[in-house]
């Protein structure tokens, strides 16, 4: 091919496709004059990927699992639980950072589940864990994964999420959380709530707060077919003898039938609040949403023993029940307000009895 068909064809194309002449200037390599120094060809006489390969070895890598000591953290710190574990699943040097003391799934779980505590382990950050050693040893990913999937679930004998059968009378079925008053106290922005849903029903179900793994021998009872928040506390156990009150910050609404929605109780600032919402059921058998409601705040904790507080569900008599913990966490469905009637004593009615007399009935 000769030079002037060449320099025809490159004309055409330039004319054509006035970016072709800008990319190709880009792309072909520069020529270098004859008396170029030995230093300054390897520079001018690189392709631009090249030049880039170059300069990569010549500069430090600064990938991002090189820079733990502080941006790395800062950053993953902003990921929920779900992303953390996708970037674990991404590269193993970021799993094992993030399992680290002081790393993303320590500072996750510590915000999560402050002011909880798991049956058999502790808070999340573990009673003995202020030391560095010991905190150096814990796998914080799986003790995150535990405590999610422990926390809103119920003990022996139900051992799980969800209750199908109450086998005896009064039972109670106790949850694998409790409630830590003391930390909570010290974070007054804070709060856990517990919500519970009740699908079938074919008795009574209540939800409780007791005090009886510090020592206690009291409880506040949430019923929500009646609207009624009760006290009490064990005076003696044989003959049995029990004193409380109660009061009713909100109407009676299923008229002898078993209540079917959801009921939670909430704790912040050292007071207690309950809510309820019920499943209205049709002649068609659809079933409609009620609103949320709530007792408000109705009573501190002087009523307790000790800074443990344990959620349980009471059943007043045994049969087919479908009951599942819904969450455990720390917003409600809607803020209560410190309920002022309720805190004063002279509004709770009394309601004590002795094993010899019929149980008060609201």
């Known amino acids: 091919m000769t030079c002037a068909k060449v320099y025809s064809e490159t004309n055409s194309l330039d004319e054509a496709c006035p970016w072709a002449f800008h990319v190709r200037r880009v792309l072909e390599p520069k020529k270098v004059p004859c008396d170029a120094g030995v230093e300054a060809s390897p520079l001018v006489n690189l392709w631009p990927l090249q030049r880039h390969t170059e300069v990569q ?8 699992q090189n820079l733990e000591d502080g941006p790395y953290f800062v950053v993953l710190g902003f990921l929920d639980a779900n992303s ?17 003391a002081g790393g993303p799934w320590q500072d996750l779980g510590t915000e999560l589940f402050r002011g909880l505590e798991l049956e058999d382990e502790g808070t999340f950050q573990g009673e003995g864990c202020a030391d560095p050693d010991c905190a150096a ?3 914080w990913r799986g003790r995150f994964a535990r405590f999610r999937w422990a926390l809103p679930s119920f003990r022996a004998p139900f051992n799980g999420p969800e209750i199908h059968c109450v086998e005896q009378a009064d039972e109670i079925a106790y949850c694998r959380c409790r409630l830590r008053a ?18 079938t029903n074919p008795d009574n179900v209540s939800v409780a707060v007791v005090d009886f793994e510090a020592g206690g021998c009291s409880s506040v009872t949430f019923s929500p077919d009646t609207g009624a928040v009760i006290r009490e506390r064990k005076v003696r156990e044989v003959p049995r003898k029990v004193e409380g ?21 909430y704790l912040s600032g050292g007071n207690l ?19 949320w409601e709530t007792t408000g705040f109705v009573t501190d904790l002087s009523w307790a023993e000790g800074a443990r507080l344990t959620p349980c569900l009471a059943f007043r008599n045994e049969g087919s029940y479908r009951v599942r913990m819904v969450c455990v966490g720390h917003s409600p469905p809607i803020l209560p307000e410190k309920n002022t009637a309720a805190f004063e004593e002279g509004n709770w009615s009394s309601l004590d009895w002795d094993a010899t007399e019929q149980d008060a009935e609201l």
């Open 245 to 265: 009150a109660y009061i009713q910050p909100l109407a009676t609404i299923t008229a002898g039938q078993g209540f079917e929605g959801c009921m939670g109780v």
């Open 84 to 100: 953390l574990a996708a970037a674990d699943a991404a590269c193993q040097t970021f799993r094992t950072l993030n399992m680290l």
């Open 273 to 291: 609040a309950f809510f309820r919402r019920h499943y209205r059921h049709s002649d068609d058998n659809q079933v409609s949403l009620g609103p």
């Open 57 to 64: 070895a010549q500069v430090p890598s600064a990938a991002l």
């Open 182 to 199: 003391d930390i909570l106290s010290r974070q007054l922005n804070t709060g856990i709530y517990l919500e519970v849903e009740v699908i």
């Open 137 to 139: 040893r814990v796998d």
